[in-house]
């Protein structure tokens, strides 16, 4: 049996408005469970994933449920340093929560981007999917749209309670990370080994398999 041999720790947020299924999503995704009764989140939670992404390859990611509460504003922002990506969730059944995202998605681009300037990735979750579909979601289209336009690296329809799509998501938004995190080290590794070496060094990355 091969034993992982490289290791990723990544912070992820999960933002969104009041209510609508951060912490619901983390539970599921990290203790797979669900819990209809509602408990404002205070402040932020931790959570802690821990995912064979291929057999070398270990990926942990610190999930940061983050309150959905406007009165926790600007208190919860000092969390968003250092995280390579975010889940921004807005509730299917509730309109409002869908126009608030842009000013989540803007929020956190103003606060956090990536060592060399590129955003961090973000990936918008359409939850609770198991009690019905808004029109802009039974729009597909629509919705790949919105997120081009926006800058989100896809977007899925979630269910915490019927555990629809949560692992997918995960997925992607890892993937995105990983392929970042070969740009970054392309992006540094010149300073560092110019000096050094008599022709280009080719950078190899097996976790996005590019080189
Ligand atoms: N039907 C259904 N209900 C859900 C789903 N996800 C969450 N809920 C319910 O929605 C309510 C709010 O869920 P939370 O996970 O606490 O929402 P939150 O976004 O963490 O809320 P804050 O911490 O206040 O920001 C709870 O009653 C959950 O049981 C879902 O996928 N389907």
Known sequence: MQVPHK????????????????????????????????????????ALKVLHWDPETVVRLQLWDIAGQERFGNMTRVYYREA???FI???VTRPATFEAVTKWKNDLDSKLSLPNGKPVSVVLLANKCD??????????LKMDQFCKEHGFVGWFETSAKE????????RCLVK???????????????????PHLASPKVVSCSSCARS
């Open 7 to 46: 290791e990723h720790l990544y912070k992820l947020l999960v933002i969104g408005d009041l209510g609508v299924g951060k912490t619901s999503i983390i539970k599921r995704y990290v203790h797979q469970n669900f819990s209809s009764h509602y408990r404002a989140t205070i402040g932020v939670d931790f």
């Open 176 to 194: 995105h990370i990983l392929a970042n995190e070969c740009d970054l080290m392309e992006s540094i590794e010149p300073d560092i080994v110019k």
């Open 163 to 170: 555990n629809i799509n949560i692992d997918e998501a995960s």
């Open 84 to 86: 390579m990506g975010a």
């Open 131 to 140: 009690q019905g579909k808004d029109v802009l979601v039974n729009n597909g």
């Open 89 to 91: 969730v807005f509730d």
